[in-house]
């Protein structure tokens, strides 16, 4: 896979932003000799498009918070996604950036057609470095809040509790995995600290004290090609 680059030249004259490049692309162990474990490199070449550029390169296409927040408030400012989806912010982060929670479901006509929906509860970027797993997201966040006849259907059925961005600290400092504790969230679901982890600790006890039968769906292993889904639910 190519890295991606851009350049500032060209995003200024031309509107191009982030594309693939690159020739000669080498992933390999190096060879040290002083008796430590060896690291491994990844290099490549690359002809760059202008002289006196500034250029950047990525792995995946990037998405940062305010990509985040941009089209968050484009959902909060349309007068009929409005009326499905309510934008809340579920708690803050270490360094007080808000952890965005959306809750998504068609208005029920009985007290007892809301009490029989299920909790569908999704998250993305628990790892700041997977920036494709936003890109899951907004495509499904598209679907869900379109008019599609089955995101209605969808929703229905079901009250979609969505996070997201559940690192943003890791996602705006450029963390590859861990949050600004150095810790990898991902192996702290269990957590007591609230202190420390508390983007963690909130989405577990928003789950715990839902009202719903919850099913969990997150991305298991973002590097796999296959769509591949973890699911859990229980009896609240």
């Given at each position: 896979?190519?890295p991606l680059?851009?350049?500032?030249m060209?995003?200024?004259t031309?509107n191009?932003g982030?594309r693939?490049?690159g020739?000669e692309?080498?992933?390999y ?6 008796g430590?474990?060896?690291f491994?490199?990844?290099t490549?070449?690359?002809q760059?498009p ?7 390169f990525?792995?995946f296409?990037?998405y940062?918070?305010t990509?985040l927040?941009?089209y968050?408030?484009?959902?909060a ?19 007080g950036?808000s952890?965005?929670l959306?809750?998504i479901?068609n208005?029920?006509?009985t007290p ?9 509860v999704l998250s993305a970027?628990v790892h700041?470095?997977e ?5 899951v997201m ?23 509790k969505?996070?997201?961005m559940l690192?943003p600290?890791?996602v705006i400092?450029?963390n590859y995995?861990?949050?600004l ?6 192996r702290?679901?269990k ?6 982890f508390p ?6 006890n ?9 099913v969990?769906l997150?991305?298991?292993?973002a590097k796999?090609e ?7 639910g229980w009896?609240?």
């Open positions: 896979m190519k680059l851009y350049s500032q060209d995003a200024n031309r191009i982030w693939r490049e020739n692309i080498k992933y162990k190096n060879n040290t000799d002083d430590q474990q060896p491994y490199c990844l490549w070449t690359i760059f202008y002289d006196q550029d500034t250029c950047f990525a792995h296409y990037p940062t918070y990509d927040q941009c968050l408030l484009s959902v400012n349309n007068p009929i996604q409005s009326q499905f989806c309510k934008l809340q912010t579920l708690c803050r982060s270490l360094a950036n952890v965005y959306l809750t479901t208005p029920s006509q007892q057609e809301a009490a029989a929906k299920k909790a569908v970027r700041p470095g920036s494709n797993g936003s890109w907004k495509g499904f966040l598209d679907f869900i809040l379109s008019n599609s006849p089955d995101a209605q259907l969808l929703r229905d059925i079901f009250v979609f969505v996070l997201p690192n600290d890791g400092v450029g995995r861990c949050s504790a150095g810790r990898d969230l991902n702290h679901y957590t007591i600290l609230k202190e420390s983007c963690i600790w909130y989405t577990r928003m789950i715990k004290s839902s009202l719903f039968t919850v969990i997150r991305s298991k292993n796999k296959r769509d591949e889904l973890l699911c859990g009896e609240s």
